[in-house]
């Protein structure tokens, strides 16, 4: 079992909201299972005066801690707070300080990992404040204890500035110490398509244009903007989940197999797939090959809610979209001709992320004109979220006279074949990252690809006529627009089913 020992984590941000709904559960859970030993835990805030408020504010914030209440409180213990302003020079020594006497009492060595849970301009400024007051060393000496970083998204709002942040972390710190999160990688399903894919003998043969008619990738979400709005208004669907978790869900299903299974083999291919995105040559193929939406008013799970332009913070007359669909298309051999279509929207009739391998159908339409034709659909749909898993929907002939074929379902479910809950993605990567494994986190090179497609998308759209928002109801399945976005000749060629975006 991979095990931590003996390891700092400092925590910026410590009293926000993501320490107490992500961070600190997946940490406790860690500690539970003995993956972390002997590990100090330090928040920097300013919003509570010591570890003893602190303490009890998680106590009451985090859902697991009153679960399990004795076992929370000695897993409390490895927990400190340090109370400092990100912006002060004093408060840095003071942390530095600080984290030497915590470490001395504890008899910890001083590895330590930072992590950024804090708003994205203020990363360059913590990173050259631990570099100047002594905490961060540029470069890892293997005699020396470690330093690492850990970045939440965004990363940027575009190329130009994702290279800009790239440069300023990378005066204090050499990429290896520099972990960027996507936490969809840290999910136990989307590192099973590397599994499903590679450790069978059985799909790879397939995955590619001779046998596949098109891939759909979705992110469908019940939820509206949570509160968020401030930073969502100026990320919008696009940025908050198509530039980065979506790109990743294409990357791992499309890459090349790696030629090993380290970090950088597996970076390198996603790297390559991501550069393979063709990019729309003009503002109007942008507009042929996307759809924006933004919810109104609606019902979901039969209750009413409000449209997003009435959601707190939101301007009265917001252009930003909450749902994005998009055609791609990869310019490499193995997929030359096969759409790529993505779709992630807020306020959708159902949450559920899944990605949706449609086949081809046989060389020869043999049932052409029975009853058989038009059920004839080879799907693969693997589920990434919620009831994880893998179907695969092929047509059998129903029992009786005749040949009518009917499509049925082979299942896999995580819950029935492993006697085991399924870990949140933050705890393998706190893991990975204290673990000094790279693999799931996006390297410098990667981002990079990422905002290629996105900055031609968002620079056409700012120069295309606005749309007409909200244009899809609260609990729908989005603009209706969005069908259009399956070629023509996907639904009616030969012998092909018209599947259209799922629905479930
Ligand atoms: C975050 C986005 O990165 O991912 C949110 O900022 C989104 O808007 C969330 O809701 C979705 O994550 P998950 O793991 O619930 O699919």
Sequence with gaps: MDRVEKATLVLFGGTGDLAARKLIPALFSLWKHRQIVDCLIVAVGRRVESTEQFREMLTQRVSVAKKDLPTWNEFARCIEFHRGDIQTRADFESLRD???????????????????????????????????VGLLRRGLEPAQPWQRIIVEKPFGHDAESAATLDESLHVYASERQIYRIDHYLGKETVQNLLAFRFANGLFEPLWNNNYIEHVQISVAEAVGVEGRAEYYEKAGALR??????????????????????????????????LRSIRLPANPAEVDILTVRGQYGPGEVDGQGVIGYRDEPDVAAESTTPTYVAARLFLDTWRWAGVPFLMR?????????????????TPALALFRGTQVFGNCTNLLVIR???????????????????????????????????????????ERLLLDALLGDPTLFTRSDEVAATWRWADVVIDAWNVLPPPTFPNYSAGSWGPSAAEALFPAGDQVSAGSCPLGWRRW
């Design 384 to 426: 990434i979220q919620p009831n994880e898993g893998i179907s695969l929907h092929f047509g059998a002939k129903r029992p009786g006279a005749g040949m009518r074929i009917s499509t049925v379902q082979m299942d896999f479910e995580y819950q029935k074949s492993f006697d085991k809950e399924i870990p949140e993605a933050y």
């Design 98 to 132: 600080h984290l030497n006497e915590m470490e001395n009492a504890r008899q910890l060595p001083g590895h330590r990992l930072f992590y950024y849970a804090v708003t994205p301009s203020l990363f360059g400024p913590i990173t050259q404040q631990l570099s100047e």
């Design 344 to 360: 992630h929207g807020k306020r959708l009739a159902k949450r559920g992320t899944e990605v949706a391998i449609k086949f081809r």
């Design 240 to 273: 908050d989940m198509m530039q980065n978790h979506m790109m990743q869900l294409l990357a791992v299903t499309a890459m090349e197999p790696p030629i090993g299974l380290d970090a950088d083999a597996i970076r390198d291919e996603k790297v390559k797939i």
